[in-house]
């Protein structure tokens, strides 16, 4: 089985950065791609940023363009999140999922595997 391990979180006032991290273990080979998520108490699940696999594309929801950067370390078998500008409209916990092609990079349904989530707060 894989596994998906968020961490990075915290509390941060506006304007700040955050990296976030997403660390897989287990069997991981059948990734395509790994998405980042956020949700905010009574909201949907919102689309952040993702990269596939394949050729390390990247992917930003239209609010994380600019300010988001989606990376991954082969090595440390991680994927990052990094975010600038931070405004309180960003807070939010945040998961990372591992997915597959048969859905939209943005459509969280696509993804199989889900890390337990990391809170971001973005203070006034």
């Known amino acids: 089985q894989a596994q998906l391990v968020e961490s990075g979180g915290g509390l941060v006032q506006a304007g700040g950065s955050l990296r976030l991290s997403c660390t897989a273990s287990g069997h991981t080979f059948s990734f395509y791609r790994v998405g980042w998520f956020r949700q905010a108490p009574g909201v949907e699940r919102e689309f952040v940023a993702a990269i596939r696999f394949t050729d390390s594309r990247t992917y930003y929801s239209d609010s994380m363009k600019g300010r988001g950067t989606i990376s991954r370390d082969n090595s440390k078998k991680t994927v990052y999140l990094d975010m600038t500008s931070l405004e309180p409209e960003d807070t939010a916990v945040y998961y990372c999922?591992?997915?597959?092609?048969?859905?939209?990079?943005?459509?969280?349904?696509?993804?199989?595997?889900w890390g337990q989530g990391t809170q971001v707060t973005v203070s006034i």
């Open positions: 999922g591992a997915g597959s092609p048969t859905s939209l990079y943005s459509d969280y349904r696509g993804y199989n595997f």
